[in-house]
C-alpha cells in the first residue's frame, strides 16, 4: 500500500465520523430534551463522541507506528525484489550475450578449421599436380634422351654396317674383278663404289 492510499483510507474515516456526528447531533439534543438514556446496544450521546475521538486517535496512532512502518517495510522488500528482478534480468541478459560470443567463436572456430582444411587440400592438390608435372618432365626427358640415344645407337649402326658392306663389297669386287678384270677396270669400278658410298646411296 501507499502511503497516498492510506492517507484516503484515514481521510475517509474521518469524514465518516464527522458525518455520522452531524447526524448523531440532533438525536442528542433530543435526547437531552427528554432527559434519559434508551436502552440499545449504541446509544447516541456524549460518549459515542468519546468514542469516535478515541477512534480517531487509535487510527493516528496506528498510522504512526504500525501502517508507516509497515508500509517502508514493504517499499524497501518491492525495491528489493525489484532490484532482485533487475539484477536477474542483466545475469540473464549477460548470460544471453555471452551465449551469442560463445556461438560466434565456435563458429569462427568451425569457419577456420574448414579454411585449414580446404587449404590442406589445395596444397595437397597442388603437390599432386607438382609431382605430376616433375614426373611428366622426367619421363619426357627420358624419352628424349632415349630416343637421342637410340638415333646416335642406330647412325652408328649404319656407319658401321655401311663401313662393313663396304668392306665385303670391296673384298668381293677384288675376287671377282681380280679375276676378270683389268687394271683400269679396278680402278673405275672403285671409283664407282667410293662415289656411291659417298652420296649415301
Known amino acids: 500500500m501507499t502511503k497516498d492510499r492510506i492517507r484516503l483510507i484515514a481521510v475517509t474515516a474521518c469524514l465518516f465520523l464527522g458525518s455520522a456526528l452531524l447526524v448523531a447531533f440532533p438525536a442528542w439534543a433530543a435526547e437531552e430534551a427528554h432527559g434519559g438514556e434508551q436502552p440499545g446496544i449504541i446509544n447516541l450521546n456524549k460518549t459515542l463522541l468519546i468514542q469516535a475521538v478515541n477512534f480517531l486517535i487509535l487510527i493516528a496512532v496506528l498510522y504512526k507506528f504500525l501502517f508507516k512502518p509497515l508500509t517502508q517495510f514493504l517499499a524497501t522488500?518491492?525495491?528489493?525484489?525489484?532490484?532482485?528482478?533487475?539484477?536477474?534480468?542483466?545475469?540473464?541478459?549477460a548470460a544471453a550475450q555471452t551465449k551469442k560470443e560463445y556461438e560466434a567463436q565456435i563458429l569462427a572456430t568451425r569457419r577456420e578449421a574448414a579454411a585449414m582444411r580446404e587449404s590442406a587440400i589445395r596444397e595437397v592438390e597442388e603437390e599432386r599436380q607438382r609431382l605430376l608435372k616433375v614426373s611428366r618432365e622426367e619421363a619426357a626427358r627420358l624419352v628424349t634422351e632415349a630416343k637421342a640415344q637410340i638415333?646416335?645407337?642406330?647412325?652408328?649402326?649404319?656407319?658401321?654396317?655401311?663401313?662393313?658392306?663396304v668392306g665385303l663389297s670391296l673384298g668381293i669386287a677384288e675376287r671377282v674383278i681380280a679375276r676378270s678384270l683389268t687394271t683400269d677396270d679396278h680402278r673405275r669400278l672403285a671409283e664407282q663404289v667410293v662415289a656411291e658410298i659417298g652420296s649415301g646411296r
Open 77 to 93: 522488500r518491492a525495491d528489493g525484489i525489484k532490484r532482485s528482478l533487475d539484477e536477474a534480468k542483466a545475469a540473464r541478459e
Open 151 to 165: 638415333e646416335q645407337e642406330v647412325k652408328r649402326a649404319k656407319v658401321e654396317l655401311r663401313e662393313e658392306v
